[in-house]
């Protein structure tokens, strides 16, 4: 099928073509700190060269309960259900900003535990559905 | 049936052919626009921003799926060397890239009553806007280098090396932390969107896909056309 020409060209490709995959990889690699748009808060505990100054984000999901309006501001945390972290904010809220739903806050560390942020975005999960189906699924969970 | 695509065939098929899916898009933008701003119900927690949905992810797949075809076919290409591999690509490309155009848009206005914010650098959204730049690289290539030949390697290569973007694209949201939230519709699980959305999204989707291929039809009988004229002389 492939003549002799053809199947020099196909092989000059293939190399080429792997030469850029283990180039691309290799840069992934050393840019994997950027790439990752937040850590969950496993990470930042985990994490061995924290900079206090550095603004970072943090996502996971809003504890239930945990959500503490104050008058200017906001305290919640937020968790990986494996590790938390208490968050402070003044300024706006997303609409879709609420407890048990996913949350990225962008700001500062105060120190391994408590975190202020400067901007909160919402994070939604990919399920997608109209407002009976969740309520016929909490009566049959309740 | 790859016969139909030489170059003589589509001049005779284009008319009739192009007729017959101009009324298929109309029945299906119809029926899919009905469908997704009027009859299926708003989302539980976004309410009825998830209609935005409705464009946005069918023109993100046809965007991947353009290009994934463009960078196939100029690796059949400059194996091959078969004629009018090219022109099909050429004329493939520019909808692909308003198909990405439209995705970055349209998500953008979805991020802003959702996410609040109207973008951010996440693994997702980056990799689309590098893609929307291959589109234009491979584009230009086609417009600005004069020699017919010339314009063919550097465009499939290009093509080609964009090909490696596609599956970070696709894998992004699973391979890092991002913003943009985790496929709905996979191969592997069912998907988690309730079928009263599904319905209009895959109505959208082939709508969108017989628009494609009344323009992608016609700029493949112009290129077809201008290419005859250029090799008569």
């Given at each position: ?142 | ?36 701003l009027y009859i299926s119900p708003p989302d539980y927690i976004q ?87 291959f589109y234009f690289g491979y584009i230009f290539v086609w417009k ?80 077809t056309i201008k290419f005859k004229i250029k090799n008569k002389k």
């Amino acid at each position: 099928m492939l003549g002799k020409k053809a199947k020099k060209r196909a092989i000059f490709l293939a190399l080429l073509l792997l030469l850029f995959v283990v180039t691309i990889f290799l840069i992934f690699k050393s840019l994997e700190e950027n790439i990752v748009y937040f850590f969950t808060p496993s990470e930042i505990y985990n994490k061995q060269n924290i900079s206090f100054n550095k603004t970072i984000r943090v996502g996971g999901l809003v504890k239930d309960n945990s959500i503490i309006k104050e008058q200017n501001s906001v305290k919640f945390i937020i968790t990986d259900f494996k590790k938390e972290i208490i968050v402070s904010y003044s300024g706006l809220i997303p609409n879709l900003f609420s407890e048990g739903k996913g949350v990225i806050a962008e700001g500062k560390l105060k120190d391994k535990k408590y975190f202020v942020a400067e901007k909160i975005l919402a994070k939604h999960d990919e399920n997608y559905m109209p407002p009976e189906v969740t309520k016929a699924l909490e009566k049959t969970n309740n | 049936m790859f016969k139909n695509f030489l170059p003589n065939k589509i001049l005779s098929l284009s008319n009739n052919l192009l007729n017959s899916l101009l009324v298929y898009l109309i029945l299906a933008m119809f029926l899919g626009l009905i469908y997704s701003l009027y009859i299926s119900p708003p989302d539980y927690i976004q309410g009825d921003s998830v209609r935005i949905m409705y464009v946005h992810v069918p023109s993100s797949f046809i965007s991947l799926a353009c290009f994934g075809i463009i960078g196939i076919a100029s690796i059949l290409n400059l194996v091959f060397k078969i004629k009018f591999i090219p022109l099909m690509s050429k004329s493939l490309a520019p909808v692909g890239c308003t198909f990405t155009l439209i995705s970055i848009v349209t998500g953008s206005l979805w991020g802003k009553p959702t996410w609040g914010t109207w973008w951010a650098w996440d693994a997702r959204l980056t990799s689309m806007v590098i893609l929307l730049l291959f589109y234009f690289g491979y584009i230009f290539v086609w417009k600005f280098v004069s020699s017919f030949n010339k314009a063919n390697k550097i465009s499939s290569i290009i093509a080609i090396i964009g090909l490696l973007n596609l599956p970070v694209i696709k894998y992004s949201v699973d391979w890092w932390s991002t913003l943009h939230q985790p496929s709905s519709i996979t191969l592997t699980s069912a998907p988690t969107i309730h079928y009263s959305m599904l319905i209009p999204l895959v109505i959208m989707l082939i709508g969108m896909i017989i628009y494609l291929l009344i323009i992608f039809l016609m700029k493949y009988k112009t290129e077809t056309i201008k290419f005859k004229i250029k090799n008569k002389k």
